[in-house]
């Protein structure tokens, strides 16, 4: 089993910088894949990024450039550096792993953090 906690949302103002973090437990982070979704009020929930366990990346094309997806198995946490935020990336922002070693629909999810940018 492995859950996932959030942290590092916050109000920022449009321009500016924000680092989430994903702090998991359990014994097989290492072998996982993890991403981030986001969801905006009255939106459906989307995909934000996704690192394999090797480290290979990826992004939905609305954030990428500007943000970076990163991983720490030595501290079972994995991480979201968010750059040039803008007002449309306000949202609860979650992290996301499958139940298995490759990416896939998401078994294990966060909380979610609070992310909100202002113009």
């Known amino acids: 089993q492995v859950q996932l906690v959030e942290s590092g949302g916050g109000l920022v103002q449009a321009g500016g910088s924000l680092r989430l973090s994903c702090a998991a437990s359990g014994s097989i982070f290492s072998l996982l894949p993890m991403g981030w979704y986001r969801q905006a009020p009255g939106q459906q929930r989307e995909f934000v990024a996704s690192?394999?366990?090797?480290?290979?990346?990826n992004y939905a094309e609305r954030v990428n450039g500007r943000f970076t997806i990163s991983r720490d198995n030595a501290k079972k946490t994995a991480y979201l550096q968010m750059n040039s935020l803008k007002p449309e990336d306000t949202a609860v922002y979650y992290c996301?792993?499958?139940?298995?070693?490759?990416?896939?629909?998401?078994?294990?999810w966060g909380q979610g953090t609070q992310v909100t940018v202002s113009s």
């Open positions: 690192i394999t366990r090797d480290g290979s990346t």
């Open positions: 996301a792993a499958p139940r298995t070693v490759t990416w896939g629909p998401p078994g294990y």
